[in-house]
T-cell receptor, first 115, second 110 residues
Framework: DAGVIQSPRHEVTEMGQEVTLRCKPI?????LFWYRQTMMRGLELLIY????????DSGMPEDRFSAKMPNASFSTLKIQPSEPRDSAVYFC?????????????FGNGTRLTVT | SQQGEEDPQALSIQEGENATMNCSYK?????LQWYRQNSGRGLVHLIL?????REKHSGRLRVTLDTSKKSSSLLITASRAADTASYFC??????????FGAGTRLTVKP
């Protein structure tokens, strides 16, 4: 298996622009998580899905952030409009089954820089 | 919001020494997991310990869990330069989400 695939690896954009981050989970995994990592705040859980349905989006910082999972093999995290404080590394992770016995598998992240 | 707190924030040791990292958390959990992150990469799962377990081993890794104190420790024995990385604990909570601590940055000097 190729693992969790995220694109792009790096994104540099200007304040006010729309940014779309993409994630392909491991085939057969029914949970998908989006995290944001910064030096100041560490790894923050933004939102997670089960069977393509958003379960908890309480970590999404503002209405500027939205996430979708139109099918089991694809998810997007969109920021519109972007701001410099959104600069961070965004990780997608997937998992097979519930939390009791299953680890997360992470992608290599998207480093977002908003100037 | 984060769940756990690791300490120390940074740890520097010589190759061959043991490294111990601690994690505390706040809520009831299904299990606790430890992950490793090399610079510029995603996190990689190391070991999982369930809430009804007290100790678990995997190779040079030893994890303990004390649910009464809401704390866990990760011991890496006979460390190697290749163990240099950041280590995170994560709690698998009863609602199936997973939250991470702030991490410990481990440096192993050759």
């Amino acid at each position: 298996d190729a693992g969790v695939i995220q694109s792009p690896r790096h994104e540099v954009t200007e304040m006010g622009q729309e940014v779309t981050l993409r994630c392909k989970p491991i085939s057969g995994h029914d949970y998908l998580f989006w995290y944001r990592q910064t030096m100041m705040r560490g790894l923050e859980l933004l939102i997670y899905f089960n069977n393509n349905v958003p379960i908890d989006d309480s970590g999404m910082p503002e209405d500027r952030f939205s996430a979708k999972m139109p099918n089991a093999s694809f998810s997007t995290l969109k920021i519109q409009p972007s701001e410099p404080r959104d600069s961070a590394v965004y990780f997608c992770a997937s998992r097979a089954g519930g939390a009791y016995n299953s680890p997360l598998h992470f992608g290599n992240g998207t480093r977002l820089t908003v100037t | 919001s984060q769940q756990g707190e690791e300490d120390p924030q940074a740890l520097s040791i010589q190759e061959g020494e043991n490294a111990t990292m601690n994690c505390s958390y706040k809520t009831s959990i299904n299990n606790l997991q430890w992950y490793r992150q090399n610079s510029g990469r995603g996190l990689v799962h190391l070991i999982l310990i369930r809430s009804n377990e007290r100790e678990k081993h995997s190779g040079r890794l030893r994890v303990t869990l004390d649910t009464s104190k809401k704390s866990s420790s990760l011991l890496i024995t006979a460390s190697r330069a290749a163990d240099t990385a950041s280590y995170f604990c994560a709690t698998a909570n009863l609602n199936n989400d997973m939250r991470f601590g702030a991490g410990t940055r481990l440096t192993v000097k050759p």
